[in-house]
């Protein structure tokens, strides 16, 4: 029990958009980001009504997310693209993260961290 309490004093979960992070986050304060991208966990699959990632939003998300990276930290990005629209959203995200100039514009190098 006393790890679980441990644990819950360094690890925070929103429920919000992944385009914005909270504005008390500092740069390099954080050590993992975490993207789990494709359909919100119990919505429903019926493309007409899920709640889904998009590449362009999430591509954002990840370009807002690098500076706060600390040396040292990771981000972790689970891609699914066995969904509507899925696949797309790999290739783009793959894409671009293979691209030095995202890093660039991002304000940091990979191989920094």
């Known amino acids: 029990a006393g790890n679980a309490h441990a ?4 690890v925070r979960m929103l429920q919000a958009s992944h385009e914005t992070f909270p504005p008390e986050l500092q740069s390099e304060s954080v050590s993992l980001m ?9 919505a429903t ?9 998009e590449a362009a939003s999430t591509l ?6 690098v500076p706060l990276i600390a040396k040292g930290g990771a981000l972790s990005i689970s891609l699914y693209p066995g969904h509507s629209g899925g696949d797309d959203e790999a ?14 514009k991002a304000g940091s ?3 920094e961290w």
């Open 7 to 10: 644990l819950r004093d360094e």
């Open 34 to 42: 975490v993207w789990n991208l494709g359909f919100l966990p119990g």
């Open 45 to 53: 699959m019926q493309p007409q009504n899920a709640t889904k990632t």
């Open 60 to 65: 954002i998300s990840i370009s807002n997310a």
């Open 91 to 104: 290739s783009a995200i793959e894409r671009a993260l293979s691209d030095s100039a995202f890093w660039l």
């Open 109 to 111: 190098r990979p191989q």
